[in-house]
């Protein structure tokens, strides 16, 4: 069955806001509001992002019918912080238990360059397959890491775009490196895979708006973004200026303004 991409598509573009730094950083990302789940939900709500991503978990206790018109990601598999940077994330939930819960598309990281790539790459596979016998599109989170890796090296992150597109990944989420022509590069890399890139860590508005700018002129297909909009001190307002860029496509001179009188 074809993965049904337009579920967490609007006007072409994907707008997700991750939430799942709870099991990939720790609560030390969170502040007092943050920390509640509910609360993260009714900003994607409220901003209308196109999707939310979170681990089962998190899904199964908050999602419900109120955040329908929110798009549920799963994360499949993932990583703690504890020990030394992690080279290789585990599977911590199937794809049938993201559909118990609801899921519209599921994600899964993979760490090519590690010695665990591997397995990352065989579970990668059997995820995709799977899930799109139930026509559930999957955004993998290609983020290359290990021993001499430069992960924000151009050829690097478009050789983890390439794999998304190999391994039948319907979005691959990608690191931004702000090399303006190469990227370019990704993104054909990416062929038809759409190519996502993360936030990152938090900036100051401004420049936050300019590095989405800047990425939509290069044909990247949407955001998954975090900490910018969680940690930002008025997360409605940057998640509403974020949806008025990318998905109603309104000039950045217009969103700077609101930003500016809000
Ligand atoms: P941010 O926008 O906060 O960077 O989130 C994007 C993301 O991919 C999250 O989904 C994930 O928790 C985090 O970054 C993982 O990044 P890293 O492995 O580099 O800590």
């Not at 579920?7 to 939430?19: E, P, Q």
């Amino acid at each position: 069955m074809a993965a049904q991409v337009h579920r967490i598509l609007s006007n072409g573009k994907a707008l997700m806001l991750a939430y799942d730094h709870g099991f990939e950083h720790g609560p030390k990302d969170f502040n007092v509001k943050t920390i509640d789940p509910s609360f993260v939900f009714d900003v994607a709500l409220e901003a209308g992002f196109t999707g939310i991503v979170v681990h089962a978990g998190v899904a199964e206790k908050y999602y419900n019918t109120f955040y329908r018109d929110v798009p549920l990601i799963v994360k499949l598999n993932g990583h703690t912080r504890l020990g030394v940077k992690p080279l290789i994330s585990s599977q911590v939930c199937s794809v049938e238990r993201a559909i118990k819960l609801g899921a519209d598309a599921v994600g899964y990281t993979i760490y090519p360059g590690s010695h665990e790539e591997h397995e990352m790459l065989e579970e990668a596979a059997s995820v995709i397959e799977k899930a799109h016998d139930y026509g559930l599109p999957v955004i993998l989170w290609s983020y290359p890491r290990g021993n001499g890796i430069d992960e924000l090296n151009t050829d690097v992150i478009a050789y983890a775009a390439r794999l998304g597109l190999e391994l039948g990944a319907d979005f691959v989420k990608l690191k931004y490196n702000h090399d303006r022509e190469g990227f370019k590069w990704v993104v054909k890399s990416a062929g038809r895979a759409k190519v996502l890139v993360a936030g990152g860590e938090r900036v100051v508005d401004e420049e936050f708006l300019s590095f989405v700018k800047e990425a939509l002129s290069i044909g990247v297909s949407g955001f998954v973004v975090g900490r910018n909009i969680f940690q930002n001190p008025r997360p409605f307002t940057i998640g509403k200026l974020l949806r008025a860029l990318v998905i109603e496509g309104k000039p950045f001179e217009t969103v700077l303004e609101r930003l500016h009188n809000a």
